[in-house]
């Protein structure tokens, strides 16, 4: 099982981005994926999750910038970063619970990464 973010870069304030996760040897349908980030000098956290029913589920500073969405066929989720700002700057990875244990659209207790990629808001 493994899950691969991609899609970081370099990007102005205000611009936008789109990061994937693809997953292999498991189905989205069947686990909640969730966004994570870790921004230098602090600790991971929850951006938002897909659960797997397709509902989503959106931390407080990222409502309304950003959308979480999936391509079951491509085995895939999406992150739509939208006006981004300097403080969004991070490493963002996807995760999931390998167990399907799911809560509030999110992995309850996500034991599956994926490499991160790195996000960087700047001008």
């Known amino acids: 099982v493994q899950l691969q973010a991609s899609g970081g870069g370099l990007v102005q304030p205000g611009g936008s981005l789109s990061l994937s996760c693809t997953a292999s040897k498991f189905t989205l349908d069947r686990h909640a994926i969730g966004w994570f980030r870790q921004a230098p000098g602090k600790e991971r956290a929850k951006v938002g999750c897909?659960?797997?029913?397709?509902?989503?589920f959106y931390r407080g500073p990222v409502k309304g910038r950003f959308t979480i969405s999936r391509d079951i066929a491509k085995d895939t989720v999406y992150l739509e970063l939208k006006d981004l700002r300097p403080e969004d700057t991070a490493i963002y990875y996807c995760?999931?619970?390998?167990?399907?244990?799911?809560?509030?659209?999110?992995?309850?207790?996500?034991?599956?990464w994926g490499e991160g990629t790195l996000v960087t808001v700047s001008s």
């Open positions: 897909i659960g797997d029913d397709g509902r989503t």
């Open positions: 995760a999931a619970d390998s167990r399907r244990n799911e809560v509030d659209h999110c992995p309850y207790n996500p034991d599956l």
